[in-house]
């Protein structure tokens, strides 16, 4: 009988040099030392208040699937899909990979870049109009505070796929109208 991998913090930083795994491309081009222990605490924080998510685990199944050059997106994306695979050993692992799914903070911050969008040519092509802009630039504090994004954790990840697929906008794959139902 195959015995059970070693999910100990050790042997996950063992396998991540194995892989020969020494760095990744952050948001902005720029490469960054793989730091497991990092990674490992975001998921940490990120799981607060689910009691049935090793992440451990998780972080074994995620190194399985990094490489060397693996973008932080699609870090965050590996991470994502593995919870939501493992929705089958327990319900909090969906809830787990909603909040790791990548969105933002920040909802003047998407105003700004729906409506700075260009075509696949370049052109100006905004998603919200220049009035909705405006309004939302004027009262940006006001919008912010209202927002509570502690509602986010309410969705699963199939009920966050639901929404990016069907409801949320979109720039370049990334879903941006976090908070939008959030007031």
Same mark, same amino acid.
């Not at 990092?38 to 998921?43: G, P």
């Not at 998510?53 to 990094?66: A, F, R, S």
């Not at 009035?131 to 309004?135: A, E, R």
């Not at 699963?156 to 949320?168: A, V």
């Given at each position: 009988m195959? /015995?059970?991998?070693?999910?100990?913090?050790?042997?996950?930083?063992?396998? &991540?040099k /194995? $892989?020969?795994?020494?760095y990744? *491309?952050?948001?902005?081009?720029g490469k /960054?030392?793989?730091? +497991?222990q990092? +990674? &490992?605490?975001?998921?940490q924080?990120? &799981?607060?208040?689910l009691?049935h998510?090793? +992440?451990?685990?998780?972080?074994?199944?995620?190194?399985?699937?990094?490489y060397?050059?693996?973008t932080?997106v699609?870090?965050?994306?590996l991470?994502?899909?593995? %919870?939501a695979?493992m929705?089958?050993?327990?319900?909090?692992?969906?809830? *787990?990979?909603a909040?790791i799914?990548?969105?933002?903070?920040?909802?003047?911050?998407?105003?700004?870049?729906l409506?700075?969008?260009?075509?696949?040519?370049g052109?100006?092509a905004? *998603?919200i109009?220049d009035?909705?802009? $405006?309004?939302i630039?004027?009262?940006?504090d006001i919008i912010?505070?209202?927002i509570n994004y502690?509602?986010?954790?309410?969705y699963?990840?199939?009920?966050?796929?639901?929404?990016?697929?069907?409801?949320?906008?979109?720039i370049? &794959?990334r879903s941006?109208?976090?908070? *939008?139902?959030? %007031?």
């Open positions: 195959d /015995q059970d991998p070693d999910y100990s913090f050790e042997h996950l930083q063992e396998l &991540a /194995q $892989k020969n795994i020494s990744v *491309l952050k948001r902005d081009g /960054q030392n793989i730091d +497991i990092k +990674i &490992a605490e975001r998921l924080n990120l &799981a607060s208040n009691q998510i090793n +992440i451990n685990l998780i972080m074994w199944k995620v190194i399985q699937g990094m060397e050059g693996i932080t699609q870090l965050d994306n991470a994502a899909e593995t %919870c695979y929705n089958l050993v327990h319900p909090q692992y969906s809830l *787990l990979a909040r799914a990548e969105t933002s903070e920040s909802f003047s911050e998407v105003a700004i870049k409506h700075s969008f260009t075509d696949k040519y052109r100006p905004p *998603l109009a009035d909705v802009y $405006k309004i630039m004027d009262n940006k912010q505070k209202e502690e509602r986010d954790y309410q699963d990840f199939f009920g966050f796929k639901t929404l990016e697929r069907s409801y949320l906008l979109t370049k &794959a941006q109208q976090k908070g *939008l139902n959030n %007031c």
